[in-house]
């Protein structure tokens, strides 16, 4: 599959095994083109960095903030993409500010809580899988308690990237 905008090839070991996935996290069809933002730094010759940034919806202050973006900008590159299960609070929302400060491409998997015309009330678990499998480095806005969907996340990261780097804020 190809992106619409770039042209830059997905495969099956980049999303996941899923089908392939457009920019709001929607899974198309795999024969489709898929719109992203995807790339890297060709004059550098480097790939894209697939950064996820993920947080408990009760860390959303100001400070919390700061702590993730100090973490951001040691691993971030130009070309580095953004990647986040687009929750209005916590590690989500300040990646969502982030993607606009620094003007990153992003990649945004939105649970999906209704489907055909159901509540599934494991939809949140669902994206939590679509997003560690995604990306290639986690900075995570952790919970005192280290339980819920970031720790979920952060499971599911490690399985899928035994030697992936886990920056806890």
């Not at 992203?36 to 950064?51: F, H, P, Q, S």
């Amino acid at each position: 599959m190809k992106c619409v905008e770039c042209q830059f090839y997905i495969t099956a070991e980049q999303t996941g095994d899923q089908p392939g996935c457009c920019q709001d996290g929607d899974v198309t069809n795999p024969n489709e083109d898929i719109n992203c933002v995807a790339g890297g730094d060709e004059e550098l010759g480097r790939a894209m960095k697939k950064i996820i940034i993920i947080g408990t919806r009760r860390r959303n202050t100001h400070s919390d903030f700061v702590k993730v973006e100090l973490t951001f900008l040691k691993i971030y590159n130009k070309g580095d993409m953004i990647v986040s299960g687009g929750c209005p609070k916590g590690g989500d929302r300040f990646a969502e500010i982030l993607i606009k400060k620094y003007n990153t491409p992003k990649k945004i998997f939105r649970a999906k809580w209704r489907r055909h015309g159901r509540y599934d009330k494991y939809a949140g678990f669902k994206r939590n899988t679509l997003v560690a499998r995604f990306g290639d480095e986690v900075i995570a806005c952790v919970a005192s308690d280290r339980t819920g969907g970031t720790e979920d996340t952060i499971k599911k990261f490690k399985k899928f990237h035994p030697n992936g780097e886990i920056h806890l804020c």
